[in-house]
Nanobody
Framework: QVQVVESGGGLVQTGGSLRLSCAAS????????MGWYHQGPGNQRELVAE???????NYADSVKGRFTISRDNAKNTVYLQMDNLKPEDTAVYYC??????????????WGQGTQVTVSS
């Protein structure tokens, strides 16, 4: 079993900041990559940011310059520092981890999501 748990969501005013955390735990050999996705009402889930074991990152155009993803490989934890938040950032944010399981290879796991609400 691999568990992925997010935390750090909440309510913030426009221009404020939040820091999301996501920790993966369970039986796996390693975590190859981790990422953050968001999904608002009536919208499909889409990539916000991702990071691999080497520290290479990829961001959605809408968050470049405002959000920063980082990773602690020893803790199997990924963070998303969200600055200069806008109302359009309001969504449920989900953490995804690509875990390498011994014998089974790579598999994708999702957290339950954490709500981010940005008010005007």
């Amino acid at each position: 079993q691999v568990q992925v748990v997010e935390s750090g969501g909440g309510l913030v005013q426009t221009g404020g900041s939040l820091r999301l955390s996501c920790a993966a735990s369970g039986s796996f050999f390693s975590i190859n990559s981790m990422g953050w996705y968001h999904q608002g009402p009536g919208n499909q889930r889409e990539l916000v940011a991702e990071i691999n074991r080497s520290g290479n990152t990829n961001y959605a155009d809408s968050v470049k310059g405002r959000f920063t993803i980082s990773r602690d490989n020893a803790k199997n934890t990924v963070y998303l520092q969200m600055d200069n938040l806008k109302p359009e950032d309001t969504a449920v944010y989900y953490c995804k981890a690509i875990a390498v399981l011994v014998a089974l290879g790579s598999r994708q796991y999702w957290g339950q999501g954490t709500q981010v609400t940005v008010s005007s």
